[in-house]
Structure formats: structure tokens, C-alpha cells
């Protein structure tokens, strides 16, 4: 009877241990240095070409991402991983494929007291390695209003987008939306979100208490004539929210996210085929995520971003890119004679938005001035999708009437739209499409 007992708890053992294709080991401690804003000084983000990458063997899903140890890569690339760890005595924390460019990626910690810059300049000069970078950190541009009963804002009727809904409202448009979480329970967000993905689960696993991402979400594809709340720019639009940054503290508007985060993000949208993606933060030039975000324009996605408005180079990327729509709030100087790289504008003070558990508020900031334009770029995406990024930046700077003192007022959604009017149908007549992939 004992040995008969014993038997029968082995098999439950057995039953009970997952599988080798089951559910992924727990994180190792280290991992979560990846988060730490402290830690990120010393880490490395190095990437080398992986022909085997594209291979159907290799790539199973259009997210690759998967935690540690169980990354859809090819032993090739790992074994080759392994000894650039051993050859620069480095800890290797991660790995994964960067399927949209056929590269490799690793994060690398060097040890104290190695020099980081040396490591750099060292591994620069390894014909293996195609990219090697410092760990950046990113920051949303937000901010919270002290007074929530300030009085309402006119930011929709300031742009004439309630003229637009009658002839465009985002219906086949796909709008990505890299951020925090967002609160897709939300009255005015239910069905509006087609897929969710987060690659900052480790220290961020929800998404129903992330403010940023939820507020932004509202600005864009909130619902229309739903009989609660306020309206998006594009009510119709469909959002992928990819979660790459996550609240600075708990239950902040503030969030931060940084190289590793946001290149699985913007891998996941091209893969994806988002049509506009929405970047509503910024951060120092970045290598890994221009090679991205180049390959994402190449794909005819439109990439709008957050722009501080300063003139700092080195702390205004993306939206640094010449190939990116940079939005500001309205109300910052501008050089009127450099339209070609000038900003869009629009409305960034005391923007009405979502906010999680149902609620709203007033939010400041050039996240929502971007994020208001990643919906007019939608609504002209409906009208016309073969819309190029530099035509849509012609009709939007020419849409804003210029004003006293170098400034620019925010764009005219309704005027943008009547551009394109006079080529395309604006009946109002919507186009359908299948959500199917999503």
C-alpha cells in the first residue's frame, strides 16, 4: 500500500512539473536590473546580424518576445552571444530577435569597475557586433492639472475635428500606440483596443492602473456617441497598445521606459502593420531604435512623437528623426523659416481625457499635442492610406496659420481634411475592414 501511494504521488509530481514547451521558468533577480533607471549605466544593447532569423523554423508568431530562456532565436545567434559575453567579460541578461531587421539583440551588464565607454569602443571594433549601445532611458510628456474643475477645453472644436467626423473617423485605420498599459475596461475604451502586449511585465504587470497610456488613449480613440464621457480623434480608429514603459512610482502620471522595452515595441508594431504609430515621449538618440523605427517608415507607417520644444538633440527622440511628424503643444516659438523641419502643433494644455476606473481628468503636455495628431493623421489615413509622411507634413504645416512672434497655431484638422478633398472621396462613406489579424 505504501509503495502503491508512493507511486501515485511520483506521477502527480510528474504531472504537476511543467513541460519543456509549458510555462517559462520564474525570472532570475538579476533580470530586474533591466528596469532599474540606477542600473542602467551599466548595461550594454549590442545586436548582430542573424540570417536565420526570417527562417518559418525560427520565427513562430509576429511577437517574438518571450521572457529569458526561451526566445525564438537561433542556437547560432546564442552560441555567438555566449562568446562576446566571454570575450569581454560581460553578464549576459537577455536575448531575443529583432524580426523586422534580421538582428539579434543582447543585453550585456559590465561589471564593476569596467569602464563602459571602453567596452564600447572595444566591442565597436568587433566585426560580429553591428550595434552597441548604452542602455537609454525615455520619459513620456505629461503632466497632471492641480484644479480638475479648471473649465473644459475646447480642443476638438480648436481644431475643427467635430467638422471632420462628418466626412472621416479613423474606421480601417490601425494606430499603435507604444506607452504605458491602458485601461481597456474604461467605459470609453471598451472594444476600442484590438491587442495589448507588455513587454515591462516584470515591473509593471497591470495595465488598469496605468495612467499615461490610458490618457493618451482617450485623446485618440475614445468613443463616439456612446452617451458617457468625452470623444476621440478618431473615434473609429482601432489602437494596439504596447506597453513599454511603466509609472515612475506607484500610481504616477510619470513614466519611464528605455532601449530594450521599446525596441520589442516598435519590433511588434511593424510586425503588427499598424498604419500611424504614436510615440508620446522622448529621450537621447538612440541606434537600435532608429534602425527600427527607419524600417517601420520603410513600411509606410507614419510615426508620430512627442517634441520637447527645447532644441536638445540629444533629449528629443524619436521625434528628432527626419522621417517623424514631431508634435508640439501649441504655444512654443518656433523658427518660421525651416518649415520643412518646424513642428506641427497642437492643443497640449488642460487636455480632457481617460483616466483609469472610469474616470477623467485634465492632462498638460506635448504627449497629448501627439497624441491628438496621431488621430487627424488617421482620419486623412481613412481618405487617402497611400498618404506619405512628407505629403501629410505638408498639408498639416499649411493647416496652421502662423501668429505673432514666431509662433504657430495648432493645426486645422477640418482644413487638412478639405486638402485632400479635392483628390479623394469625402462623402462621409467609410471603408470597411477585417480586425481578424488582431
Known sequence: MIRHWLLISLMLLTISLPSEGGEPEAEPPELASLFKPADADHLLLVGFEDQSIDRPSIITSASSYRRRGSYSSSTWSKRISDRIAEDYHLQKLAEWPMTAVGVHCVVYRVPEPDSVPEKIRQMGEDKRISVVQKMHLFKTRSHEENDPYFKLQSNI?????????????????????????????????????????????????SFTSDKHGTAVAGIMVAKKNNGTGIVGVAPDAKLVALKACWPDRPDSLASVCNSYTLALAVNTAIKAGVNVLNMSLTGPQ????????????????????????????????????????PVQATGQAQDEDSAEKRPVTAPGDKILTTLPHGTYDFISGSSMAAAEMSGIVALMLELKPDLGVDEIKSILHRSAAPEKLGMFSAVNANDAVLALCKSENCTGESLSFAWGDF
Open 286 to 325: 538612440d541606434t537600435l531604435l532608429e534602425i527600427l523605427l527607419n524600417k517601420a517608415v520603410e513600411k509606410g507607417i507614419i510615426v508620430v512623437a512627442a517634441d520637447t520644444g527645447h532644441n536638445e538633440a540629444n533629449e528629443n527622440f524619436p521625434a528628432s528623426m527626419a522621417q517623424a511628424i
Open 157 to 205: 472644436k480648436q481644431m475643427k475635428i467635430d467638422e471632420v467626423h462628418a466626412k472621416a473617423t479613423g474606421r480601417s485605420v490601425v494606430i499603435g500606440m507604444i506607452d504605458t498599459g491602458v485601461d481597456s475596461a474604461h467605459p470609453d475604451l471598451t472594444g476600442q483596443i484590438a491587442r495589448n502586449e507588455n513587454f515591462a511585465a516584470e515591473i509593471s504587470p
